[in-house]
């Protein structure tokens, strides 16, 4: 588990006016049409309109920013319960990642990536949603207690959604092949180092 800080608040009034094909999240790629594809989805300045899209834009700009850069960086959501009850305090508990990946031909090559979870703050705003904070879990000794903290009743629920590791792969699947077509990437399986690639189902395009 990566873990950059143990509670993060930020401000995030760029995000609010930015949505998922306009978070700071650019392919690379030898292929000319993926590129246009690629400048033409960053151009469109679509805000955030639901609560996940806003949480993704945060997990890209605000903690992929602190991996080295990769042809693509792919949030990951297993969303476990939500308070919307006050639109100006919104909290989401979730089992969060930020995935990097380098485009190889067909197969996107892991680079880096972490786990975050935690419990997500944001804000209704006329445009959309606005992530204002994240506390998130803590690393070593202090994890288990910062997760009971954090996630209260839900620790639970929590505990098993991060001990599914088959739920966390096509969680991880859908999002690569949802963030690849955004990018107009034409990409059919993803590896890990040192592991097979594993086929996308169903492949982007």
Known sequence: MKTV????????????VIGIASCSNQATNNN??????????????VQPTTIEEAIECFLVDSLGSNYDKADLCVPECRIIATDDSNPDSIK????????NYNVAGDTL???????????????????????TGMDQ?????????????????FYEKYSATA??????????MASIARFA???????????????PAVPITPPAH
């Open 5 to 16: 800080f143990k509670q993060f608040y930020v401000l995030m009034a760029a995000i609010a």
């Open 32 to 45: 000319d049409n993926a590129a246009d594809s690629t400048q033409q989805a960053l151009a469109q300045k």
């Open 92 to 99: 989401v508990w979730g089992d969060f990642w930020v995935m």
């Open 109 to 131: 090559k892991t680079a880096s990536g972490g786990n975050y979870p935690g419990m997500i703050q944001l804000r209704k705003t006329d445009e959309g949603y606005m992530v």
């Open 137 to 153: 879990v803590a690393d070593g000794s202090d994890n288990t207690p910062s997760a009971k903290r954090i996630f209260g009743t």
């Open 163 to 172: 001990a599914n590791e088959k739920d966390r792969e096509q969680a991880r």
């Open 181 to 195: 077509n955004k990018q107009g990437l034409n990409v059919t399986c993803y590896q890990d180092f040192g592991w």
